[in-house]
């Protein structure tokens, strides 16, 4: 009976947790290596159980580009650049190339021709991605800098050290949607490179009842940790997937237990390690060097980012402004991974609604 209340909950079974950290791991363009979730399956069928049996995500979510509407990051950063004379004056014909790149790869470094004070960009950023979001280390244009010199939180305090994937302000109840990063200044001697994860691969590394679990608020905290004192400055509990209910669109929240990652609730534990160990592992990451006056776009709900380690004397210099993304392309851009209209995701919802969520409602 216990068995069948924790399949029904959606938690995870001894055995089927065992099982879980022997399935091989896939490479990101899949070379048709699959876990079996047949066992869990099994589980829930000797227990006499009639639910459909769990669903590898592996399973629906291909890198093979037969689904369109999946955002998957190339294997070539180069794929990701797009170049162009201006970005303050970019043209039309850009900015459709820019809107198919983010909606395929949830990802576009822009190149322009010329290096200038950096500001300009802006025009263009504001204007296409709307609002941006508050951070209490801004300046008055809305840019947090990212230098060791002055940091920001407990992990770009330490070039040393990488600083793990993550999605931005994942310590917030509504993360923002895209995000930006302009490298003012690379480390000399190489290193401190981007590195990106898709989010569908965090999702492939699960069952559709794993997900089902983790799209409920409360299962895994993050927070914020200024550099100063690294005291947990705000704590958000929100689930670490859920469905953007006006797009229909699966959205992820993410941080590697990098520091800032609070409680993990005991029946997704292992979910968590099999996304955690998915990020940091190279074969899942595209490392993306940037040269001085590079804006790297991400969608932030649909791939998560992080920068390799570098040397502490050097100077490194970013600038990062997240956006709401109610600008010009809120028609044209879809924030998430993919769109959850088929029958893959039956059963699957999120109760999640960021304008409605209140932290009171769940007890951790
Ligand atoms: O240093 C970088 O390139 C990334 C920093 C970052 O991701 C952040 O501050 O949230
Ligand atoms: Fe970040």
């Not at 170049?83 to 820019?98: G, L, M, N």
């Amino acid at each position: 009976m216990k068995l069948l209340q924790a399949l029904r909950r959606g938690s995870r079974v001894p055995g089927v947790a065992a099982l879980g950290s022997r399935f091989p791991e896939h490479p990101p363009c899949g070379t048709g290596q699959m876990r079996h979730f047949s066992k869990m399956a099994e589980a829930s069928s000797s227990a006499g159980e009639s639910r459909k049996p769990a669903v590898p995500l592996q399973e629906v979510l291909p890198r093979d580009g037969s689904r369109d509407d999946l955002k998957v990051l190339p294997n070539d950063p180069d794929t990701l650049r797009l170049r162009v004379k201006s970005i303050a004056k970019i043209t039309d014909e850009e900015q459709h190339e820019f809107v198919f790149m983010m909606n395929r790869y949830g990802a576009t470094v822009l190149v322009q021709e010329d290096f200038d004070d950096g500001l300009p960009a802006y025009k263009t950023l504001d204007r296409w991605f709307g609002r941006y979001i508050h951070h209490d280390a801004m300046n008055e244009f809305g840019i947090v800098e990212i230098n060791p010199a002055k940091p920001t939180s407990i992990n770009t305090a330490n070039p040393k050290k990488e600083h793990l994937p993550h999605t931005d302000d994942a310590y917030t109840d509504s993360p923002s949607a895209f995000l930006t990063l302009q490298c003012r200044q690379s480390a000399p001697s190489g290193g401190g490179e981007s590195v990106l994860v898709s989010g569908a691969d965090l999702v492939a590394a699960l069952s559709n009842e794993e997900l089902r679990t983790l799209m409920q608020p409360g299962m895994v905290s993050m927070g914020r940790r200024p550099a100063g004192d690294g005291s947990w400055m705000k704590v958000s509990s929100i689930p670490l997937f859920w469905v953007d209910k006006d797009s229909g669109w699966l959205q992820v929240r993410w941080r590697c237990n990098d520091g800032c990652l609070g409680d993990v609730a005991e029946e997704v534990k292992p979910s968590y390690e099999q996304m955690d160990a998915v990020a940091r592992k190279e074969v899942h990451q595209l490392v993306v060097p940037l040269v001085p006056g590079e804006i790297l776009v991400i969608d932030n709900r649909a791939v998560a980012h992080g920068r390799r380690p570098y040397e502490s004397d050097e100077p490194r210099v970013m600038w990062r402004k997240n956006y709401v993304g109610n600008g010009e392309l809120e028609t044209q851009l879809t924030s998430g991974m993919c769109a959850t209209f088929s029958s893959m995701f039956d059963g699957l919802h999120s109760m999640f609604d960021p304008s409605s969520w209140d932290p009171a409602k769940i007890k951790l």
